[in-house]
Structures are given as C-alpha cells and as structure tokens.
Nanobody, 126 residues
Framework: QVQLVESGGGLVQPGGSLRLSCTAS????????IGWFRQAPGKQRERVSC????????YYEEPVQGRFTISRDNGKNTVYLQMNSLKPEDTAVYYC???????????????????WGKGTLVTVDS
C-alpha cells in the first residue's frame, strides 16, 4: 500500500523550531520530487518547499526562505523539513506530497502531485 506519513508537528512558541518528517511506505522516494505544503484554517493549500531527486535541487517560498530547510535521506525513505524561527503565521497543517514527474512541485502545480500524506499540525503560539 502506497503511503506517505508526516510526523513531527506540535505546539511551539514563536522563535522556536520543529523538524517535520515525511516517510514513505509501499514505494521508494528515490527518483521522486517531494514537496511540503501547508494549509491554514480558511485558506487554500500552498506550497512551502520542494526537493528534487537530486538533493541540491531545492525551492522555497519567499516567506520561509532562510528559516526552513528541506532535505532527504533516501536510505530512510524520508524527507525532512527543518523549521526554525517559527512565526504565528506558520501555523497550519503541513502535508508532504510526492511528484513522480519531477516538475509539478517546482512549477507550483499542486494538483499534479501523485501521492499525499494526511498532514501534521503545526501550531506556533505563545
């Protein structure tokens, strides 16, 4: 069964850090572009970051540049999102998605992602 599972969310104070994990089962993430997306209450799902099959190929949305770092460990079939200097506006459910063709995430074509996890909630609040 193909599955993506996010973990690592929680409640953190402004300025704090969290590391999210996206682990695949039933298929290998090797060769997939993986994206992190988030959806805040009442808003549409938005792209946060992408990492290509080459780990040096990355993209970050402007609001998270310099604060978030995406990485991958194909040996663990896992992609990470290190989130530092968190702000209340980062509060959202964070989802990871797998893109078999390699272009959907980088092009911002959310509907083109092939697999999705169920999300993990990140709350930034004092």
């Amino acid at each position: 069964q193909v599955q993506l599972v996010e973990s690592g969310g929680g409640l953190v104070q402004p300025g704090g850090s969290l590391r999210l994990s996206c682990t695949a089962s039933g298929f290998s993430l090797d060769g997939y572009t993986i994206g992190w997306f988030r959806q805040a209450p009442g808003k549409q799902r938005e792209r946060v970051s992408c990492i290509g099959s080459s780990p040096t190929s990355t993209y970050y949305e402007e609001p998270v540049q310099g604060r978030f770092t995406i990485s991958r460990d194909n040996g663990k079939n896992t992609v990470y999102l290190q989130m530092n200097s968190l702000k209340p506006e980062d509060t959202a459910v964070y989802y990871c998605g797998a893109d078999a063709y390699g272009s959907s995430c980088f092009m911002g074509y959310i509907d083109g992602m092939n697999y999705w996890g169920k999300g993990t909630l990140v709350t930034v609040d004092s």
